[in-house]
């Protein structure tokens, strides 16, 4: 049974042939019962009738009139075709449900159904390979943050370029939390060449840190000094809202994990030199 | 190399006692020059007073140091105080432009269901008194408390306002699927209540009465003996007298209470019996005394709505001792005992009211009496075939008759999932509060609807708290 009657169902039914009907192969006579009708389901004539079977559709005295809706809809069809235009939208007819849309949004995807960066913060929220509990620690971070007031930004520790207003954050969480770990990620790690400054010192080279590796590490901070925190209150929230209230610390400028960035951002400028030396080279 | 006078006396060597031997060892090594242009004498560091040389006992040097914290650590009661704390407001969700507050008789019309409604200001209040409001519900996510209208809210609002038409009690137990708004429900009969003006006596956690959590004392002259939990009772009255003033106010006694630790003639408000009670010590006294008074026929009272959420903790042995080291029956509280009395239909209300039990899915014992009688009466309420009527199972000896006794003849509501109407109605509540970041179309309200078959608890999990926003 066909789920809708649309023109390709009643072109079926009407089965226009180009040759004469005695040529072809003798049809079943539940093909001819069948019309334009509502009632779709086919009807067996009786085996001992005498009365031949009704072969031309368009005397069809028996297939329902064309009444209904989805009948006048197929005549429509018929109509706009006859005019040479083609009535079928390929993306509604055919499918139960419509086809999707391209280029499918980024997220319908199984595995990259989150925000990349809360998927990552929440694989480091992740112990003893709970990852249920960190989705969910995830989660209550959120909103944490979407019931916080607007941060007050610190003009001496300004946000990633482009980062969206205050007043806009709590609403987004997930570009809060983005933009909070974005902006004191740092941009280098200092690496030591053990033995290589001589006496026994190693050779600190700053290197270039990738996205995901500057994210981590400004998470892992961030996990640090939550750590060092007092819970105020007790019960399985606590941990999530202590980690909520240090990014929201570090958007207003309160926390302490400013000054490891610039540490590190001090080191690998001191360092910079180092990068010609000529005892590393071939090792980077 | 150390001073042999350190080890011996305990006298603390200082510069006052004189000292035949030199207290200091001299140096068997020259100082050390950290650079040749340094002299030795400049870098021999300047030793002043008692050296101990050698090896001393160290205790504990394996432990780490500990940090000396300068927060205070949080005082006592604070962290649960901070923990069960309700916020009922988001300044950042955005205001909802159709929300009206409800009104009296907003839950009996029917045209409200699939209605967003929110609580007025004062019912707010009234229902923070009697703790109706949850720390697992989500209130804080939105500007103000609202509640969904379902099907089966106004149908029961109209059955219990039926029964106060007709000065009768309804009694009903609230059943269910796991957050599926039970406990919604009563709320929603207590604020219908509380619009009414009617008398609201809730009990929020019934397991704070059985677990044997607060104090307890016999009743003497009791058979068989009687228990009042004193603590909570003034905890309850002071509930009631905090939500229900405005009425109490206009109420009278008609019977004088010499009992009483305050005189209370008759003909005075029963805000007065409620302010008698100032300690624990008689607070059972005072909230007999509230409740006879409440229910004294004849005499011109509101009606009254009696509620508990737990139903299962009362509805078994308590964890409550007698002397003799046996387990008290939770029908053996005084408090339990009432409501228990009540719900079995013991009580009749002067005009009329309701006895709401609503049953919880989580931390709840089993008590198996409570759940064949549910079932039981379940069927019954259907009209099954008496074949399809579950019986007990003769092999199992932990029955209760007294929980049958009481679940005899109450009425059953069930709560499952919503229709996908009402699941669109929250739906574009939680969007146009700024939650729900999705365009709110049958795609996504089915979405969601199907993750929970319509249960409201579990849209919401997949639709508020996710990580997904």
């Given at each position: 049974?066909?789920?809708r009657?649309n023109?390709?169902s009643a072109?079926r039914a009407?089965?226009l042939?180009?040759?004469?009907?005695?040529?072809?192969?003798?049809?079943?006579p539940a093909?001819f019962t069948r019309?334009?009708a509502d009632?779709?389901?086919?009807?067996?004539?009786?085996?001992?009738?005498?009365?031949?079977?009704p072969f031309?559709?368009?005397s069809?005295?028996q297939?329902?009139?064309?009444t209904s809706?989805e009948?006048?809809t197929?005549?429509?069809?018929l109509r706009?075709i006859?005019?040479g235009l083609?009535?079928?939208?390929?993306s509604v007819?055919?499918?139960?449900?419509?086809?999707?849309?391209l280029?499918?949004?980024?997220?319908s995807n199984?595995k990259h159904r989150?925000?990349?960066?809360?998927?990552?913060?929440t694989?480091?929220?992740?112990?003893?390979g709970k990852l249920a509990?960190?989705q969910?620690d995830?989660?209550i971070?959120?909103?944490?943050?979407r019931?916080?007031?607007p941060p007050r930004l610190?003009?001496?520790?300004?946000?990633l370029?482009g980062a969206p207003p205050?007043?806009?954050?709590?609403?987004?969480?997930?570009s809060?939390i983005?933009?909070?770990?974005?902006s004191?990620?740092?941009l280098?790690?200092?690496?030591g060449?053990k033995?290589?400054?001589g006496?026994?010192k190693s050779?600190e080279v700053?290197?270039p840190l990738?996205?995901?590796q500057?994210?981590?590490t400004?998470f892992?901070?961030?996990?640090?000094?939550?750590?060092?925190?007092?819970?105020?209150?007790?019960?399985r929230?606590?941990?999530p809202?202590r980690?909520?209230?240090?990014?929201?610390a570090v958007?207003?400028?309160?926390?302490?994990?400013w000054?490891?960035?610039?540490q590190v951002?001090?080191?690998g400028?001191?360092n910079?030199?180092?990068?010609?030396?000529?005892?590393i080279?071939?090792?980077? | 190399?150390?001073?042999?006078?350190?080890?011996?006396c305990?006298?603390?060597?200082?510069t006052?006692?004189p000292?035949a031997?030199?207290r200091?060892?001299?140096?068997?090594?020259a100082?050390?020059?950290?650079?040749?242009?340094?002299?030795a004498?400049?870098?021999?560091k300047e030793v002043k007073?008692?050296?101990r040389?050698g090896?001393?006992?160290?205790?504990?040097?394996f432990k780490?140091?500990k940090?000396e914290?300068?927060?205070?650590?949080p005082?006592?009661?604070?962290?649960?105080?901070y923990?069960?704390?309700?916020t009922?407001?988001?300044?950042?969700?955005?205001?909802?432009p159709w929300?009206?507050?409800?009104?009296?008789?907003?839950?009996?019309?029917?045209a409200?269901?699939?209605?967003?409604?929110a609580?007025?200001?004062?019912?707010?209040d009234q229902?923070?008194?009697?703790?109706a409001?949850k720390?697992t519900?989500?209130?804080?996510?939105?500007?103000?408390?609202s509640?969904?209208?379902?099907t089966?809210?106004v149908d029961?609002m109209n059955?219990?306002?039926g029964a106060?038409e007709?000065?009768q009690?309804?009694?009903?137990?609230?059943?269910?699927?796991?957050v599926?708004?039970?406990?919604?429900?009563l709320?929603q009969a207590?604020?219908?209540?509380?619009?009414?003006?009617?008398?609201?006596?809730h009990?929020?956690?019934?397991?704070?009465l059985?677990t044997?959590?607060t104090?307890?004392?016999?009743?003497?002259?009791t058979?068989?003996?009687q228990?009042?939990?004193?603590?909570?009772?003034l905890k309850?009255?002071?509930a009631?007298?905090k939500?229900?003033?405005?009425?109490l106010?206009?109420?009278y006694?008609?019977?004088?209470?010499?009992e009483?630790?305050?005189?209370?003639?008759?003909?005075?408000?029963?805000l007065?019996?409620?302010?008698?009670?100032?300690?624990?010590?008689?607070?059972?006294?005072v909230?007999?005394?509230l409740w006879?008074?409440?229910?004294?026929?004849?005499?011109?009272?509101?009606?009254?709505?009696?509620?508990?959420d737990g139903?299962a903790?009362v509805?078994?042995t308590?964890?409550?001792r007698?002397p003799?080291f046996?387990?008290?029956?939770?029908?053996?509280?005084?408090?339990?005992?009432?409501?228990?009395e009540a719900?079995?239909?013991?009580v009749?209300?002067p005009?009329?009211g309701?006895v709401l039990?609503?049953?919880?899915?989580?931390?709840?014992?089993?008590a198996?009496?409570?759940?064949?009688?549910l079932?039981?009466r379940?069927a019954?309420?259907?009209?099954a075939?008496p074949?399809?009527?579950?019986q007990?199972d003769?092999?199992?000896?932990?029955?209760?008759?007294?929980?049958?006794a009481v679940?005899?003849s109450v009425?059953?509501?069930r709560l499952?999932?919503?229709?996908k109407?009402?699941a669109?109605?929250v739906?574009?509540?939680?969007?146009?509060?700024?939650?729900?970041?999705?365009a709110?179309?049958e795609?996504?309200?089915?979405?969601?609807?199907?993750?929970?078959s319509?249960?409201l608890?579990?849209?919401e999990r997949?639709?508020?708290l996710?990580?997904r926003?």
């Open positions: 049974m066909p789920p009657l023109i390709w072109c009407l089965s042939r180009t040759r004469a009907l005695a040529q072809g192969p003798r049809p079943g093909m019309g334009l009632n779709t389901t086919s009807q067996l004539p009786e085996r001992n009738s005498s009365a031949p079977p031309a559709v368009s069809n005295s297939t329902a009139g064309p809706q009948n006048e197929a005549l429509d069809q706009m006859e005019y083609n009535p079928l939208d390929a007819e055919g499918h139960k449900y419509g086809l999707p849309e280029p499918l949004p980024s997220q199984t989150y925000d990349s960066v809360v998927e990552q913060v694989r480091l929220l992740m112990r003893d509990k960190a969910r995830m989660a971070i959120l909103n944490y943050l019931t916080s007031p610190d003009p001496s520790k300004p946000l370029p205050s007043s806009h954050l709590p609403l987004d969480p997930v809060y983005g933009v909070a770990i974005d004191v990620a740092p280098i790690k200092v690496r060449f033995g290589l400054a006496g026994g050779l700053p290197m990738g996205a995901r500057r994210r981590r400004a892992q901070w961030i996990l640090d000094a939550v750590n060092k925190k007092h819970s105020k209150g007790s019960g929230t606590m941990f809202h980690v909520a209230e240090e990014i929201v958007v207003e400028g309160r926390s302490g994990v000054d490891r960035r610039n951002h001090k080191s400028t001191g910079r030199a180092n990068l010609n030396d000529m005892k080279r071939g090792k980077l | 190399m150390s001073a042999p006078n350190c080890l011996r305990l006298v603390r060597p200082s006052a006692i000292l031997i030199p200091q060892a001299s140096p068997l090594v100082p050390f020059a950290p650079f040749s242009t340094t002299t004498t400049a870098a021999k007073g008692h050296v040389g090896k001393k006992l160290v205790l504990g040097k780490k140091n940090v914290s300068r927060v205070r650590p005082g006592p009661g604070e962290r649960k105080a923990r069960k704390r309700i009922l407001s988001n300044d950042n969700a955005i205001q909802v929300l009206t507050d409800m009104g009296p008789g907003s839950l009996l019309d029917t409200n269901v699939a209605k967003v409604l609580l007025p200001e004062e019912v707010q229902l923070r008194a009697s703790e409001f720390t519900q989500s209130w804080k996510m939105f500007r103000k408390p509640v969904l209208v379902r089966e809210t029961l059955r219990i306002q106060v007709k000065r009690t309804l009694r009903v137990a609230i059943t269910g699927d796991k599926a708004g039970k406990s919604m429900m709320l207590m604020s219908h209540a509380y619009l009414n003006n009617w008398i609201v006596i009990v929020p956690e019934a397991h704070e059985t044997a959590c104090d307890y004392a016999p009743i003497p002259g058979e068989p003996p228990y009042t939990q004193p603590t909570y009772a309850l009255i002071h009631i007298k939500a229900n003033e405005k009425i106010a206009k109420t006694t008609v019977s004088a209470h010499p009483l630790p305050q005189n209370i003639p008759a003909n005075t408000p029963l007065a019996i409620a302010n008698a009670a100032k300690e624990a010590d008689g607070a059972w006294a909230f007999h005394a006879n008074e409440l229910t004294a026929q004849g005499a011109n009272r509101p009606p009254i709505l009696l509620s508990l139903l903790h509805m078994k308590s964890d409550y007698a003799g046996d387990r008290i029956h939770a029908h053996d509280l005084s408090l339990v005992r009432l409501f228990a719900l079995g239909g013991g009749q209300f005009n009329g309701a039990g609503a049953t919880s899915r989580s931390n709840t014992p089993r198996p009496s409570m759940e064949l009688a079932a039981q379940e019954e309420q259907r009209h075939d074949a399809e009527v579950p007990k003769a092999f199992f000896r932990g029955y209760d008759e007294r929980v049958e679940l005899r009425q059953v509501l499952g999932g919503v229709s109407l009402e669109r109605a739906m574009e509540y939680w969007a146009a509060s700024g939650m729900l970041r999705a709110v179309d795609k996504t309200v089915t979405e969601k609807w199907a993750l929970g319509g249960v608890g579990e849209m997949a639709s508020l996710t990580m926003i």
